[in-house]
């Protein structure tokens, strides 16, 4: 029984915390997104754009970006050729919201968790812009590549990330580490 209300706990702490940030994060996106009379990104679409041109230019590449205009997302150019889109979906603010239900599912002291969590959001933001970037360049290098660039390559690298933080949050510093180290003493 013990087991079975821990699952219980744990898909209620989950799913609770999950659609509440998402709530507020689709609040946030119809307040902040302009669909009718032209485009216009959230913020943090644009801010995202921003960082990578930035992070690009910063490596030797003339890189740029505007608000397409005929639809939600930022067009990335190096060279002046427009190569990528920075779209809602890729500024990783849905994954960080998919890491942090987790960890709040998954607690550790509460010091820990938050510390964490913020630790692993803004890693997993700025390796999101490391990836942008590196699509960026490479959809330049290897256009006859984009579906397996896009579609694979990069996705790999940013849920590989996110799994990675979870199996070392469990491991090392969730409350199940602590029940684990319990048992085996």
Avoid at 1 to 14: A, E, V
Avoid at 121 to 128: D, E, G, H, T
Avoid at 153 to 179: D, H, R, T
């Amino acid at each position: 029984m013990s087991k079975r209300k821990s699952i219980i706990g744990f898909l209620i702490k989950f799913f609770g915390s999950y659609f509440l940030m998402f709530a507020i994060y689709s609040f946030y996106l119809s307040n902040t997104q302009v669909k009718d009379g032209g485009f216009t990104c959230a913020p943090i679409t644009e801010k995202v754009a921003i960082q990578t041109t930035s992070l690009l230019n910063l490596f030797g590449y003339n890189a740029s970006f505007e608000q397409h205009d005929q639809e939600l997302s930022v067009k990335l150019f190096l060279n002046n050729v427009y190569l990528a889109r920075v779209i809602e979906g890729c500024n990783s603010i849905n994954i960080i919201i998919l890491f942090v239900a987790f960890i709040i599912a998954f607690p550790g002291a509460l010091k820990r968790t938050v510390l964490y969590a913020l630790f692993g959001s803004f890693l997993i933001y700025y390796v999101n812009i490391v990836r942008i970037a590196f699509l960026t360049v490479a959809l330049a290098k290897f256009p006859e590549q984009r579906e397996v660039l896009h579609n694979l390559v990069f996705p790999a690298i940013i849920y590989g990330l996110v799994f990675l933080l979870w199996v070392v949050w469990v491991n090392y510093f969730s409350s199940y580490k602590q029940v684990r180290d319990e048992k085996n003493n």
